[in-house]
Nanobody
Framework: VQLQASGGGLVQAGGSLRLSCTASGFSLDGHAVGWFRQAPGKGREGDSAISGSGGRTFYADSVLGRFTMSRDIAKNMVYLQMNNLGPEDTAVYYC???????????????????WGQGTLVTVSS
């Protein structure tokens, strides 16, 4: 049972990146998936989540209107499209999976029990 986040890199302010989260050993279908990020010197915070069916999403105010989550059940993957990036978005991004009943707006690490390694996003000004 594993999650693999990828797609991070260096981008200029105003640019875009798409992160991918690939599951292996289990199906993402029916699991809520959340993206958390940890900026340098700060704690990990959740900013985006998608329901098990993919029909509902949640975005923190800091990313609302700029980030979009989607999922491809056939590929067992979830994506995070990040647009209009700013230096404040610089962080290590982690994807995580939890039970379908996880309330999306409550982005608490303890509600997600499967985690991948992070992928670093660096936004230059």
């Amino acid at each position: 049972v594993q999650l693999q986040a990828s797609g991070g890199g260096l981008v200029q302010a105003g640019g875009s990146l798409r992160l991918s989260c690939t599951a292996s050993g289990f199906s993402l279908d029916g699991h809520a998936v959340g993206w958390f990020r940890q900026a340098p010197g700060k704690g990990r915070e959740g900013d985006s989540a998608i329901s098990g069916s993919g029909g509902r999403t949640f975005y923190a105010d800091s990313v609302l209107g700029r980030f979009t989550m989607s999922r491809d059940i056939a590929k067992n993957m979830v994506y995070l499209q990040m647009n209009n990036l700013g230096p404040e978005d610089t962080a290590v991004y982690y994807c995580s999976a939890g039970a379908n009943y996880v309330p999306l707006s409550v982005m608490v690490e303890g509600l997600y029990d499967i985690w991948g390694q992070g992928t670093l996003v660096t936004v230059s000004s």
